[in-house]
């Protein structure tokens, strides 16, 4: 299984980040797996923010959750997020990660910058 993020690198505050994980090698309604995202801002740990599973039922980390979308589209084996109201302090690397058992494989992880 591959994982591959995409999207803008810049989003200026206030405004909503938008990011789409492709996934090849295997099916995002796969029962058992779910598929997340995780993001690490500079010099801090990795943080997760949410994960959608293979009914479509998504969850949320709680501190994010009234600012946090995750939602998929099955026929191009892809799941996006949606983060709204960014601030500068949401300036990380963002990876998608299949989960089984532990988060296992992640994608190469795309850096999003909140700046004006």
């Known amino acids: 299984v591959q994982l591959q993020e995409s999207g803008p690198g810049l989003v200026k505050p206030s405004e909503t980040l938008s990011l789409t994980c492709t996934v090849s090698g295997g099916s995002i309604t796969t029962n058992s797996v779910v598929w997340g995202w995780i993001r690490q801002p500079p010099g801090k740990e990795p943080e997760w923010m949410g994960a959608?599973?293979?009914?479509?039922?998504?969850y949320y980390n709680p501190s994010l959750k009234s600012r946090t979308s995750i939602s998929r589209d099955t026929s191009k084996n892809q799941f996006t997020l949606q983060l709204s109201s960014v601030a500068p302090r949401g300036t990380a690397v963002y990876y998608c990660a299949r989960g089984s058992q532990g988060w296992s494989p992640w994608g190469q992880g795309t850096q999003v910058t909140v700046s004006s």
């Open positions: 959608i599973d293979a009914s479509g039922t998504t």
